[in-house]
């Protein structure tokens, strides 16, 4: 079983930052792509920023976070983080991360999601 624990949520003033931390843990074998997520109170959850593996890995913002918000990952640690500066009351919402996991004993990727962080943006 794999789980995917966030950290890093909280109260922030407009124009603040703060950084969000999903880690996996279980019995894993590979991760492939992992993202972030969000909800905001009435609307429906929407991909803020994806992150592939690899060598080479490429990144995928929503438009409304690009220049705003930067996507990273340690393999090692199987974590993502999401750098969110310039934070505007319309971030607020509900931070949930993903992950593609190829977990030890079965034989495909499943996609796993955390239990979510909630960030408040407000003065």
């Known amino acids: 079983q794999v789980q995917l624990v966030e950290s890093g949520g909280g109260l922030v003033q407009p124009g603040g930052s703060l950084r969000l931390s999903c880690a996996a843990s279980?019995?894993?074998?590979?991760?492939?792509?992992m993202g972030w997520y969000r909800q905001a109170p009435g609307k429906e959850r929407e991909l803020v920023a994806q992150?592939?593996?690899?060598?080479?890995?490429?990144?995928n913002y929503a438009d409304s976070v690009k220049g705003r918000f930067t996507i990273s990952r340690d393999n090692a640690k199987n974590t993502v983080y999401l750098q969110m500066n310039s934070l505007e009351p319309e971030d607020t919402a509900v931070y949930y991360c993903?992950?593609?996991?190829?977990?030890?004993?079965?034989?495909?990727?499943?996609?796993?999601w955390g239990q979510g962080t909630l960030v408040t943006v407000s003065s």
């Open positions: 279980g019995r894993i074998f590979s991760i492939n792509t």
């Open positions: 992150i592939s593996s690899g060598g080479r890995t490429n990144t």
């Open positions: 993903s992950a593609d996991v190829l977990s030890l004993g079965n034989p495909r990727y499943l996609e796993v």
